[in-house]
């Protein structure tokens, strides 16, 4: 049997993907790429969210299925109104939406460690940890310099939904403290990047079984894909094979039997249970 991997977490909805965004969509479903998850950010793009949504799953099987999952990002927080909250709890009421991401804490700007802004990030996070669970729905979580904080506001309200601690930049005691909690832990094309430790400590240490992986195209894009004279490359959802590949290396397993592995822990996590592969 062919690949088959699930992306948990792109932005393949914003507009670096608007000109080539068919072709980039059918060589990803060529390499592998089965699922992907649209992931919101901002209320203001929730309509192309939607719109990128459904443009692929009109498309049948030449290109990935898609999933939405809506939210209010952390880093934006100067940007959400109080109002956001309630059209994101409109949206889960009308769209099918696998699961509320991207929510968490982000202090790694100076302006986000303001005790008034990093107030509101922490708001912004338990108002959709609590819608989270009054619609059943896992989360998808963006955590930079903030796990501790992150896992004390998830402990704080018991919460049981899981999900996946997307892009995973912690150390070995935080994955094992978010794996309790019922989280996957994401890994991105950093696990292509041998000098990411503490990274790869994380994967030895929590193993296949905890782990799920996406490309959170367009940013980081797996070392063999950057362009040496670029700033940055842009990251596709097709990348998401080499990101298979070094994990593989990593935990020294078959890719197919990893692949299988990854993607049965990304559909049991996100309750798609009908497409477990035996
Ligand atoms: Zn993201």
């Not at 896992?151 to 704080?156: A, G, V």
């Not at 997307?166 to 000098?195: C, D, R, W, Y």
Request: proline residues 4%.
């Amino acid at each position: 049997m062919s690949l088959q991997l699930f992306d948990t977490h792109t932005h393949f909805d914003v507009p670096e993907f608007d000109e080539d965004r068919q072709i980039l969509a059918e060589q990803a479903k060529q390499s592998g790429v089965n699922a992907l998850i649209l992931i919101g950010f901002l209320r203001e793009r929730f309509n192309d969210l939607l719109h990128t949504h459904e443009w692929l799953n009109n498309q049948g099987n030449i290109v990935p299925t898609s999933h939405l999952a809506p939210g209010l990002h952390p880093f934006y927080i100067e940007q959400h109104r109080p109002e956001d909250l309630d059209i994101l709890e409109q949206f889960l009421q009308t769209h099918e939406c696998i699961a509320i991401g991207e929510i968490g804490l982000d202090t790694f700007l100076k302006q986000h460690k303001v005790p008034e802004v990093y107030e509101k990030q922490k708001d912004y996070f338990l108002k959709q940890l609590l819608l989270a669970d009054q619609y059943d729905k896992p989360v998808l979580l963006h955590i930079r310099k903030s796990h501790a904080d992150v896992l004390q506001q998830l402990k704080k309200i018991k919460f049981k939904q899981g999900g996946i601690a997307h892009a995973f930049s912690g150390g070995v005691e935080e994955a094992k403290a978010f794996v309790k909690l019922g989280f996957k832990i994401g890994i991105t094309g950093q696990v292509t990047n041998p000098n990411a430790k503490k990274l790869h400590q994380v994967i030895q240490t929590v193993g296949a079984e905890n782990l799920v992986i996406e490309t959170d195209c367009p940013d980081m894009a797996p070392l063999c894909c950057q362009v040496s004279d670029a700033t940055r490359t842009r990251n596709t959802p097709e990348n998401l094979y080499y990101v298979l590949e070094a994990l593989a290396q990593a935990l020294n397993i078959d890719k197919d039997i990893l692949a299988k592995l990854l993607w049965n822990n990304s559909v049991q996590t996100l309750r798609l249970n009908t497409l477990t592969i035996v």
